[in-house]
C-alpha cells in the first residue's frame, strides 16, 4: 500500500487480549471514513494476544517485545514506524464509537493550530470521564495535599488541577488531555519529538502537552467525538497499581525539575509532609479497624511517601518499571 495513511493508530498492548480485540474491531468501522493505518506494540504478554491479532486481524503491523517496557518506549518505536498524517496513541481499554475519528480529523485539519486534540472519554455506561487537567504547579499540589481541591471542587483557585469544574459538553483548548485516545499532527510530532522516555509511565504526557504549548501548538478537547475507556482495566494486581503510585509521585518530581528546577522539587518534597502526615495517620487508624490488603497497602504508601517527603534536599529521579 503507497497511500500515505490519513491516521496511524498506535495501540501498546500488555495482557488485555479481549479488550484489545473489541479495540480493534472498534476501529474497522473507521476505516470506510479515511485511510487507517494501525500497530500495535505488544509489552510480552502471556494472555495469546499476539496469536488473537494476528489470526483475526491480519492487516494490523503487529510488534512483540519481550518484556514490559511501559507506555512511552513503545508508542515512540510505533510513532517511528507509523507513516500517516497524523498519530493516534490509542489504549488497548478503549473501543472508538462511529465517526469520532472522523470527527477528530475533521478538526485538525480545519485548525491549524491545533498540535493535538482528545475525544470525550466515557465509561461503558456513557457517563463521561474526567480527562482534562492543568499542567501541575507548586498550588495545584499544595491544593492537592491540603485537601482544598475537594474542600472546594468548583473553585478555579483550588481545584485548578483536576478542573472538575471544567465543562465537558463544549470543545475547548486545554492544558492537558489523558492520552487514552490522543491524536497528534505530524508536525507537532517532528516539532516537539517523542514522548520522553525517562518517564517510562505517568506524566509523559502530561510532558509532551506541556513541550507542544511550549512552541506554540494549541492541545482541544472535542466533546462531539466518543470513545470508550474501561478506566483502570490496563493497571494490573494490587501490588503492581502500589509501585506505580510510588512511580507517579516520582515522576512528578522529575517533571518539577525538568521544567521548573531543583529548587521546586525541594518545595514539591515538603508539601508532601503535611499531606501524607495526614494520610499516613488515616490509613493506619484504618487499617487496624477495618483491616484488608488496600488498607495495609495503602498505610505503607502514605508512610513511604512521608518519608519521600522528608528528604526534601535528594535529588529527583524516575523509576524504572
Partial sequence: MNTVPDISVIIVNLNTCDLLRACLTSLESERATAEIEILVIDNGSRDGS????????????????????????????????????????????????????RTMLKFMESHPEAGACGPKLVYPDGKTQRSVKAFPTLLTHACDMLFLD??????????????????????????????????VRRETYESVGPLDERFAIYYNDMDWCFRMKAVGWQTWYLPDAEVIHYLGKTVGAVNTRFALFDMLYNNVMFFYQKHYGRGSVVLYRLLLIPGFAVRALAWSIGALLRPSEHARHMRSFSWRSLVLGLTFWAPARVKEL
Avoid at 488473537?52 to 514490559?68: G, I, K, L, S
Avoid at 465537558?168 to 485516545?181: I, S
Fill in 50 to 101: 499476539a496469536e488473537m491479532v494476528r489470526e483475526q486481524f491480519p492487516d494490523v503491523v503487529f510488534t512483540a517485545n519481550e518484556r514490559n517496557e511501559g507506555f512511552a518506549r513503545p508508542n515512540n518505536a510505533g510513532m517511528r514506524q507509523a507513516r500517516g498524517r497524523y498519530l493516534l496513541l490509542l489504549n488497548s481499554d478503549t473501543e472508538i464509537r462511529p465517526g469520532a475519528l
Fill in 150 to 183: 475537594v474542600l472546594f471542587p468548583g473553585s478555579r483557585l483550588f481545584g485548578r488541577g483536576e478542573q472538575r469544574y471544567f465543562d465537558y459538553t463544549r470543545a475547548a483548548p486545554v492544558d492537558h488531555l489523558m492520552a487514552a485516545a490522543f491524536l
